[in-house]
């Protein structure tokens, strides 16, 4: 080896590891030692002039993390409930009925208690009040106090009803921010614990709540003005025909053709604006928006990918509604065979039914409604699930949320504590810029 005027050759006590295979060098015995894998441990003199340890490695050169000196091992993100990226057709389904194998004690067991105990209210509520009140009707007296009586007693009855319902509209507000929230964790590797997505469910309730009055108020406004539509069209055409029987059975016929295409143009029309509206909840619930800004914001992520969410969905609604109907034919025939069982055909006793009887059919309408509650709550979590799912697919589409949700992974598998806000990648936060060492600006 040549060196040049300005280099000198390495000094005999300069311990230098041996090339790969190469046996020990025996001027050294006592330098250090052959670690074999392309390593020689040595002894090399430090700033002191003492000899301290020296290790030489050949290869490439190791990335922190992976056992480099000085670096720090980092377990692997738990895998997520869907790919953070963009979400192919089958990954979108694969992900939705995924949901009950990863959280069915926080998807599936809420919305069963929530739908249960809503369901029950509201269906009690205004049976109660009704049997409350028109069972004193034949009490009241002269014929002029049971007038005001009878509509005392349909008012009420009425209002327990309304009650009902708007207790149905809470528990499903409250249902939907839990399942927004599971899916969100979800995505990250994290299981939300019941309790936990309990209590998760109350924030940002009353947004969702008007939300909900905001789109039930606009599809009663919609299909109120279809109705209106109906008859109008059919008093033109009709008053437009003359007397001749012919011309006016053919108006009749232009009439119930106008009355179809009005009816179907209002049911795509419905269908349009619910999947451009879709994912207002998830914005609700993880950017903090208020319904009308949750409601523009859904309408932007769905620009452009109206057909392919729309592919999904339909899908989702064609999987279910063919399952459902299944079970529901098979539960009808248990209960009709239930009934002829209780009752036999041709038994002619007109007598009043006896205790086991009457057990036996309330034990027959019991079943059949937990097995509709199921069904629905089975509904619900996959149909919210999915579209907050088809949410997080937009967004990794246009925004690249999956880089944002990738690092959340890696954070919240190393111990870190990801906070819901932390979703809204909207929010601009402060970022402290760090420079490579030894530059100065």
């Known amino acids: 080896m040549t060196h040049g005027p300005y280099e000198h050759a390495p000094e005999p006590n300069h311990a230098y590891p041996p090339q790969p295979g190469a046996p020990t060098p025996s001027a050294f015995p006592q330098a250090g030692h052959w670690k074999g894998q392309g390593q020689w441990q040595g002894q ?30 980092m377990p692997a993100p738990t895998p997520g409930l869907f790919p953070l990226r963009p979400l192919a057709f089958g990954d979108a389904l694969a992900a939705t009925f995924r949901l009950f194998r990863t959280s069915p004690k926080t998807t599936l067991g809420s919305a069963v208690i929530v739908m249960g105990a809503t369901t029950l209210f509201a269906s009690l509520l205004p049976v109660v009040v009704g049997m409350l009140m028109f069972t004193r009707i034949p009490y009241g007296g002269s014929q002029e106090d049971i007038a005001p009586m ?6 009420l009855t009425s209002l327990a009803a309304i009650l009902g319902l708007a207790v149905a509209g809470v528990g499903s507000a409250l249902l939907q921010g839990i399942l927004v929230r599971v899916v969100a964790r979800g ?104 319904p009308i800004a949750a409601i523009r914001r859904s309408w932007n992520l769905s620009h452009g990918n109206f057909w392919r969410v ?111 806000a932390d979703f809204d990648v909207q929010v601009q936060r402060p970022v402290s810029a760090t420079g490579a060492p030894g530059y100065v600006r």
């Not at 919210?384 to 949700?405: C, Q």
């Open 187 to 290: 995505a990250i590797g994290e299981k939300l614990g019941f309790k936990e997505a309990w209590r998760a469910g109350w924030r940002g309730i009353w947004r969702l709540i008007g939300y909900a009055l905001l789109v039930g108020v606009g599809a009663v406004v919609l299909i109120a003005v279809g109705w209106l539509l109906i008859p109008l069209i059919m008093f033109a055409v009709l008053s437009g025909s003359g007397g001749d029987e012919a011309t006016i059975a053919g108006s009749i016929g232009l009439g119930v053709i106008f009355t179809l295409l009005l009816g179907g143009a209002t049911v795509v029309l419905m269908v349009w604006l619910g999947i451009k509206i879709m994912f207002a909840p998830s914005a609700i619930v993880l950017e903090g928006l208020g």
């Open 150 to 155: 009878l509509v005392s007693s349909i008012t």
């Open 44 to 73: 090399q003199p430090d700033q002191y002039g003492a000899p301290g340890p020296a290790s030489w490695q050949y290869g490439p050169p190791q990335e922190p993390g992976q056992g480099q000196p000085g670096g720090q091992w």
């Open 310 to 420: 729309l592919g999904v969905v339909v899908v989702i609604q064609v999987i279910l509604n063919v399952a459902t109907g299944a079970v529901s034919t098979v539960a009808q025939l248990a209960v009709s065979l239930g009934q002829v069982i209780i009752l036999p055909l041709g038994s002619g006793e007109s007598s009043e039914p006896d205790a086991g009887t009457i057990v036996a059919f309330a034990l027959i309408l019991l079943i059949t409604s937990a097995l509709q509650v199921l069904l629905g709550a089975i509904v619900l979590v996959l149909t919210s699930g999915n579209a907050t799912i088809l949410y997080f697919d937009l967004r990794m589409r246009k925004e690249a949320l999956g880089v944002t949700l990738q690092r959340y992974a890696e954070q919240s598998a190393a111990g870190a504590d990801i906070a819901d």
